[in-house]
Structures are given as C-alpha cells and as structure tokens.
C-alpha cells in the first residue's frame, strides 16, 4: 500500500432531513478509521431543500472542523450542486455519494485499494435495488450514452466515486441535472485517463423520497444530452457517422467496377452473372470492414475472428433488413423511389449502430471492470 492519501468527501442533500446525520456519521467513522486517508474534508451541499437539511447540517458542521456546508438558497439541481462540491473540494482526492444512504461508505475502502494504477475509481450498483422502471430507465440511459458517445461503463449515474481533483475540478461541464455524471464520464475517458469500475452494494432507501424519476428530471436530462451531442461532445460520433458513409460510396464503387470487369474483361463470367455478383459483392465488403475498421471507429488491434464474424452478421443482417424492409413498404402501396430512400435510410442507421456498439467496439478507450 503507498502512502495515505488526503481525501474531500461531499455530499449533495435535497431535503434529506432524515438520512442527513447517520450518512455524516457513517463519514467521519470511515475517514478516521481508514488507513487509506491521512487528512479528510466532509461538505455537505444543501441545494435549497424545504425542509431541516439546513439547519441539521450547520448543527453537525458547528461539532467538528473537519465538516463544512455550502448552501444553494435556491433548488439548482443535482449537477449543480455536484459542480459546487467540486469546486469547494480543496484535498488531493475527491469521492462524492449521495446522502439516502442507499450506499455502505465502509465499501468506500474498496474503491480506495484501486487509487495506486487508476486515476478515478467508479462504482457500480451489484445489484441495484430500484423499482422496475427505474432499472429500465437505467439501461435506455447507458445505452443511449454508449452509442451517442461511446460511454463504455455498467452504471454511469451511481453516486459512488471517487477522483484525482486536479483531474475535475477545472473541468468545464455544462449539465446541471442527471447528464453530469455522463458528461464527467466523457471527458474524463476521453482524456485517455484509468478508469477502474468496482462492485457496491446497493440498499433499499428507508427514509424520505428519491426525486430522480420526476418528468422534470428525466425531461431536463433529455435536454442536456441533445445539447452535449449537439455541441462538443458530439463531434465523435458525428465524423464517425460521415466516414461510414463515405464507406458506403467506396464499397459501391468497389462492387460497381469489379462487377463491370468481371463481366465485361473475363468472359468465363458472361454467363455467369450471379457469381459474378457475389465475388464483387464479397469485395466491397472486405473494403468496407478495413476501411470501417481502420478509419471510421480508430481500431489499431490486429483484427480477430470474432471482429469478422460479427462483421459478417451485420452485413447478413443489412441485406435481411433491406429485402424484407423494401417489401414491406411496396406492400403498403408506397411509391418504389419513396420506399427505396427509407430502405436505405433504416438499413444505414441499423449498420452504423450495430458496427459502433458491437462490432469495432475499441473505438473509445475502456474502463477497467473488477
């Protein structure tokens, strides 16, 4: 083990006047005890809750100096409030929960162990005790965030982590509801920085009432995320959309022109058009798995089979959506050109989306899984 580590623990509150105490308590008991932490911090943020949450923490803060609250007057959300926790923090490392105590802090320890080869440490909930709907919102949401920007992590929103504060703290993040823990995520990956993922337990909340699944969280969150994809966060997959269509263009030049040779260069295919067609088929296709692989998604690994079998599951799977798509449209009565350019659009995206999330899936840098 190297040398312990000074630590700020903070802790956003929303009208969090019956968890507030015991999670504070559970803090100091952790800080004092760990042999990771030589010096610590607690701030709690009070982001203009309506109840007692004020007034418990001054009062808990007032019998210790290592406790310090921060006050939004004003309810600002959550990435607002995990914003001032960062910005406040003034120790080496920063770890931030939430204050429901739905997390054990003592599992805090086992984040801790992982600080010597990573740069953050992230938890994830094994298993998460959320109501139905809430687990599905969950993985829609880490499923939207992998493939709008490539987010390769179990549980992007859980509010147990722990970061090297020179790594956040002049970080610019423009969310200031759920899509901050995304936005984090992103830029940090994408700085090339280790990221190690551990198992916490998660446990049923007991007291006072979550406020994550209210319309005007999940709508706000939906904002944000169109404008990160919209802005900077966006440009990635924007240029990798681009250069697979580009793809597209030179494998059917590729197809085109090897067709033309074969039949009209080599009469042993004059008579023999189907195959013809296939082996100019199967042409384009190897352009577009190295051109796709190489330069589309930045894959530098020696390829594998496995790449090239769902390589070729995607390709099968395109024409199945083609055939059965275009079909169906004319069925409906559909004008053949009209029919054509939905065809096309729907097998392009079913392509892209399958090849960046399943097929060339080094394109952004991993998360390192316990």
């Not at 770890?95 to 938890?123: G, M, W, Y």
Request: hydrophobic share 50%; net charge positive; charged share 20%.
């Amino acid at each position: 083990m190297r040398r312990p580590i000074s630590l700020t623990i903070f802790f956003p509150a929303y009208n969090e006047q019956e968890n507030l105490a015991g999670a504070i308590e559970d803090a100091l008991r952790v800080a004092e005890e760990s042999p990771y932490i030589a010096d610590y911090e607690i701030i709690i943020i009070n982001d203009g809750s309506s109840d007692a949450t004020q007034a418990i923490a001054e009062g808990i803060a007032a019998k210790n100096k290592h406790i310090r609250v921060i006050e939004h007057e004003q309810n600002r959300g959550y990435g607002a409030a995990l914003k001032t926790g960062l910005a406040a923090a003034t120790k080496d490392w920063v770890f931030f929960t939430d204050s429901d105590r739905q997390f054990d802090i003592v599992e805090l320890q086992n984040l801790l162990v992982h600080i010597p080869n990573h740069d953050a440490v992230i938890a994830y909930r094994a298993p998460r005790r959320d109501p139905f709907m809430r687990l599905v919102n969950a993985k829609a949401w880490n499923l939207l965030n992998r493939f709008l920007f490539g987010l390769r992590v179990r549980d992007i929103d859980c509010a147990f982590k722990l970061l090297r504060r020179e790594d956040v703290q002049n970080m610019r993040l423009s969310s200031r509801g759920a899509m901050i823990n995304a936005e984090l995520l992103i830029k940090l990956a994408r700085r090339g920085l280790r990221i190690k993922e551990v198992p916490v337990s998660h446990l049923p909340r007991l007291r006072g009432s979550p406020t994550g699944a209210k319309p005007s969280v999940i709508f706000r969150a939906l904002r944000e995320i169109v404008m990160l994809y919209s802005g900077e966060l966006g440009a990635v997959t924007h240029k990798q959309a681009m250069k697979f269509m580009a793809v597209g263009v030179v494998n059917t030049l590729v197809d085109t022109s090897i067709y033309f040779v074969l039949t009209r260069g080599l009469t042993v295919f004059a008579g023999h058009l189907v195959l013809a067609k296939l082996l100019s088929f199967l042409a384009g296709t190897v352009s577009s798995l190295t051109l796709n692989r190489r330069w589309t998604f930045g894959v530098r690994t020696p390829l594998t089979l496995a790449e090239v079998l769902r390589f070729y599951a995607i390709v099968s799977l395109a024409l199945l959506i083609n055939t059965e798509s275009m079909r169906f449209l004319l069925g409906l009565g559909l004008y053949d050109l009209f029919a054509l350019l939905l065809t096309v659009g729907l097998t392009f995206v079913a392509s892209f989306t399958l090849s960046k999330l399943w097929v060339f899936r080094k394109t952004q840098p991993r998360v390192a899984q316990l």
